[in-house]
């Protein structure tokens, strides 16, 4: 049984500087780099990495960008037979700032990501019957998300949504059909209502997500950890002490992470302890998809850190 990933294709345009700009200010970068990114394609090729088999159902404009991208994600192990290719839009860019400290900022123009629609329903609808897990973002236009979730729920398929970016609330009907949701503290705090910034905040957040019918809620703290309620334990996982180079797919590390890890029906526990040390390997290196860890990596990671 596979693991299908639906969402975003974007190419990463990233720029180095000593510190994040504020608004109006000019400042003398470093390095430039493009490199394979969209939560969608993190996500599928962590995934991938790790040793899942990874369909990704996403679309990508007809330019070298979205041929580029096709081909970085096959070369990890991808299944790409899903992804469409539009002639009249562009491939999705994020264009990143990362500083010195690793932090980063990001604004995305999503060209083909906002044209996802019918075709790709259509790729998914095939595809259910033999998969076990559905990995959802919300990168594409909600209403896809929310048919695709539907659609997987009717399947049986077990739907996992990382609720990023960000939104100010999700509809009723998605809250229905996900069952497991991975927002960090940004996110968390966004659709709890409140500030979340320690465990205990967290926990409360969970607790309130879990009463609009999520299953099980994990909520990632950064340098703080993750929290994991389930509908049967609630527990705090320690983050991985790591030199960070740059952030950027650290949460796509661990959703990838977490879905190949309850596709091979690791506990919860063990699955969060695994997935943080991928999300805490991938802040070691520059990069979205190149920084990615495969699963001989993150398995000596886990063992050395239990």
């Known amino acids: 049984m596979s693991i299908l990933v639906f969402g975003s ?3 990463d345009l990233v720029a180095r500087v000593p510190r994040l700009p504020v608004p109006g200010e000019t400042i003398q970068g470093g ?3 493009t490199s394979p990114g969209g939560k969608g394609a993190n996500q599928a090729a962590a995934a991938a990495k790790l040793g899942a088999d990874v369909t990704l159902i996403g679309r990508v404009g007809k330019d070298s960008f979205g041929q580029d991208l096709a081909g970085h994600l096959q ?3 991808v299944d790409v037979g ?3 290719t539009d002639p ?3 491939t999705g860019i994020a264009q990143i700032l990362v500083d010195d400290a690793g932090q980063n900022q990001i604004a995305i123009i999503g060209g083909a990501n906002q044209a996802v629609g019918d075709a790709e329903l259509n790729q998914l609808k095939q595809r259910l019957p033999q998969a076990k897990i559905l990995l959802l973002q919300l990168e594409i236009p909600l209403p896809v998300v929310v048919a695709a979730a539907q659609r997987a729920k009717a399947a049986g398929v ?3 949504l990382d609720p990023a970016p960000a939104p100010e609330a999700l509809p009723d009907e998605l809250y229905a059909a996900v069952d497991i949701l991975t927002p960090n503290e940004t996110e968390a705090s966004r659709l709890a209502g409140f500030p979340v910034t320690d465990q205990k905040s967290a926990a409360i957040a969970a607790e309130k997500l879990q009463s609009r019918g999520i299953g099980t809620v994990i909520i990632t703290l950064g340098s703080r950890g993750s929290l994991c309620a389930t509908p049967t334990e609630t527990f705090f996982t320690p983050p991985l002490p790591v030199t960070v180079v740059d952030t950027v797919a650290a949460g ?3 959703n990838g992470a977490i879905a190949t890890a309850r596709q091979n029906n690791q506990p919860w526990q063990e699955a969060v302890h695994w997935a943080t040390c ?3 390997l991938s802040c070691t290196r520059s990069g979205a998809q190149l920084s990615l860890p495969n699963r001989q990596e993150v398995d000596k990671k886990a063992h050395a850190n239990h």
């Open 88 to 90: 009249h839009t562009s």
């Open 75 to 77: 070369e990890f192990g």
């Open 82 to 84: 899903a992804i469409t």
């Open 31 to 33: 390095r430039f780099t």
């Open 278 to 280: 991928a999300a805490g």
């Open 252 to 254: 796509d590390a661990f």
């Open 9 to 11: 294709v974007n190419m």
């Open 158 to 160: 077990t739907i996992i």
